[in-house]
C-alpha cells in the first residue's frame, strides 16, 4: 500500500477498524488515537504528539518500555533460522524458555504455551477437568472464581470471570463456574474491618466449595494474586495461605493467573511469590514478551502433568490440546530476550525502590478530597475515587471520566477499572515500565494531583 498521509489514516480507521474495548460513537467527534513510536516510557501519536504511558500499552504489557532493537533483532534472527513448525515438536527458544521458566519457577514442572491470556486460562481449566476424568472423578469439574477478578475474553475465561461489564449480553456461560467473594479491605464483602475479622474472604473459598458439592465436584479456583483490572487488590498476608489449606482440605487445584502479574510488575518475578502460597497451575502472558510478540503459557506441577501419561494404551489419555500458534520460535525467543534485559538491567530492583517510591507519593494524595483508597505492589498501583470518604460512594462516572480526561491532557496516560459496575468503576491504575524513573513517577503522580484538585467538588 502506498504512503498514506495522516488525513487518510484516519479516514481509514474511521471506516474500516473495529477498536476494542471502544464505544465507536466518539469517532464522530472525534480522532482515534493512532500510535506510532514509542521509546522507554514515551509514546508518539501521528501528530507527533508526545505522552508519558503509565500503563505500560493501555493493558499492562510492555514491561521492559518501548524501543527495545534487541527484542526486534532476537526476533528476526530467530524468524531467518526456524520461524515455525506446528504440533508436537519441540524448538530450541521454546524449550530454553520452558527451562528459564523453570529456573524461575521451581515449584512449577512443565510449561505448555500459547499466545493470550486468556487461550492459557483455558488450557488450565481444561487440564484440571480432564485430569479429573483420567482419575476416575467424573463429577470432578466444577471451578471457582474471585467475583472480581478477570480471566478473559473467551467464553470458557469469561465464564471463570467475576466482572459483570465484561460478561453481559455474551450468555449463556458455561456450565460449571461460580464465584466466591473479592478480598477488597476497602470495600470488605462481609463489612468487617483488617484486623478485627477472621479473613471471611478466605473462608468464602470454603463455603463456595461446601455449596458447589464439595471435594466431589470442585476441581479448582482461579485467582489473580493481586487482581488488576477489578481495582488493584492485594489481599491480606493472611489470605492466601488459608485458601491454600482449604484447597488441599477439598483436593481442589489452586490456578493462580499471573497475567498481570507476571514477570517483574510487583517487584518479583511473579505476583504470588509475595505470599506465603505454592499454586498448583499458574498462567501467564503480557509481560511475557512485553507484548513485542504474543505469548502467553500455563505452567503446572508434576502432579497434574503426569496422569496425562500414565496410560499411553487409552487413545484419550493424554492432554488433547494444541494452539496453532502456541511455542511459535520468534515468540519465545522474545520471551527468553525479554527475561535477558530483565535481569541484565535488574529491572526487578528497579521496580522495588521506584514502586515504593510510586505508592508513597500516592499516599500522600490520601488527604485530597476525592481519594478513598491506594493499593498497590511494585509498579503496580490503584487510587480508588470517592464522593464522600465517610460512605465511600464512587465518584459518578461523569466525575471519573472527566479526571482521566484531564489527566490525559497533561500527557499522561493512567488506566481506570470499567465503566459501568458500581464501586469498580472508580479506580485510576498504574502500571508504568519497569524502566520508570523518579522523574517519569513524579510526572504521573503530578499529573493525577493536578486533576483531582480541578475536579474536587
Ligand atoms: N487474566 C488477566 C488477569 C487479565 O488481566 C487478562 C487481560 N487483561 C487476561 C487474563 C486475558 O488475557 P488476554 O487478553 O491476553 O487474553
Redesign the pocket.
Known amino acids: 500500500m502506498a504512503e498514506l498521509t495522516t488525513e487518510q489514516l484516519i479516514a481509514m480507521d474511521k471506516d474500516s477498524l473495529w477498536h476494542h474495548l471502544f464505544q465507536h460513537k466518539a469517532l464522530e467527534t472525534n480522532n482515534p488515537l493512532i500510535v506510532t513510536g514509542g521509546k522507554g516510557l514515551m509514546i508518539e501519536d501521528i501528530s507527533g504528539k508526545q505522552y508519558l504511558d503509565a500503563v505500560s500499552g493501555a ?2 504489557c510492555v514491561n521492559i518500555g518501548y524501543g527495545r532493537e534487541r527484542m526486534a533483532k532476537a526476533v528476526y534472527d530467530q524468524l531467518i533460522e526456524m520461524p515455525y513448525y506446528a504440533g508436537s515438536a519441540g524448538n530450541i527458544p521454546t524449550i530454553k524458555l520452558a527451562g528459564k521458566l523453570k529456573e524461575l519457577l521451581p515449584r512449577l514442572d512443565k510449561t505448555f504455551f500459547a ?7 483455558e488450557k488450565a481449566f481444561k487440564a484440571v477437568r480432564q485430569m479429573n476424568r483420567l482419575k476416575g472423578n467424573n463429577e470432578k469439574y466444577k471451578i471457582l472464581y474471585r467475583d472480581r ?6 467464553i470458557g ?1 469469561l465464564s471463570a470471570t467475576g466482572q459483570h461489564e465484561r460478561k453481559a449480553d455474551y450468555g449463556p456461560f458455561v456450565p460449571g463456574f461460580s464465584s466466591f467473594e473479592h478480598a477488597c479491605c476497602y470495600r470488605c464483602p462481609f463489612g468487617k474491618e483488617y484486623g478485627s475479622c477472621e479473613i471471611e474472604c478466605a473462608q468464602a473459598v470454603e463455603w463456595a466449595i461446601k455449596r458447589e458439592g464439595g471435594a466431589e465436584q470442585v476441581a479448582a479456583i482461579i485467582v ?1 494474586p493481586i ?3 477489578g481495582g488493584i487488590i492485594k489481599p491480606v498476608p493472611e489470605y492466601y495461605p488459608m485458601v491454600q489449606k482449604i484447597c488441599k482440605k477439598y483436593d481442589v487445584e489452586m490456578i493462580m ?5 507476571g514477570f517483574g510488575r510487583t517487584g518479583k518475578w511473579f505476583g504470588h511469590l509475595h505470599f506465603d502460597v505454592d499454586p498448583d497451575i499458574m ?1 501467564t ?2 509481560g511475557m514478551a512485553s507484548a513485542y510478540q ?1 505469548l ?1 503459557c500455563m505452567m503446572a506441577k508434576d502432579h497434574i502433568f503426569n496422569v496425562f501419561k500414565e496410560d499411553a494404551s487409552d487413545p484419550l489419555a493424554f492432554f488433547r490440546d494444541i494452539s496453532t500458534y502456541g511455542g511459535c520460535a520468534g515468540s519465545t525467543a522474545a520471551g527468553l530476550e525479554n527475561i535477558a534485559i530483565m535481569e541484565e538491567e535488574n529491572l526487578l530492583d528497579n521496580t522495588v525502590k521506584m514502586g515504593e517510591y510510586m505508592l508513597g507519593q500516592l499516599n500522600e494524595l490520601r488527604s485530597m478530597d476525592l481519594v478513598g483508597d491506594v493499593r498497590g505492589e511494585g509498579l503496580f498501583a490503584g487510587v480508588e475515587l470517592v464522593v464522600d470518604k465517610k460512605t465511600k460512594q464512587a465518584v459518578s462516572e461523569a466525575q471519573m471520566a472527566q479526571v482521566m480526561a484531564d489527566i490525559a491532557a497533561q500527557g499522561v496516560l493512567c488506566g481506570r477499572t470499567n465503566k459501568s459496575l458500581p464501586g469498580l468503576n472508580n479506580t485510576v491504575t498504574l502500571a508504568p515500565a519497569l524502566v520508570a524513573t523518579k522523574e517519569d513517577i513524579d510526572r504521573i503522580v503530578g499529573a493525577i494531583k493536578n486533576s483531582l484538585e480541578k475536579n474536587a467538588k
Open positions: 493493558v499492562w499466545n493470550s491470556g486468556s487461550e492459557a486460562n477478578d478477570y480471566h478473559g475474553t473467551t475465561a489473580e487482581t488488576a483490572g493467573d499471573e497475567v498481570v502479574c498462567t502472558a503480557k504474543p502467553s
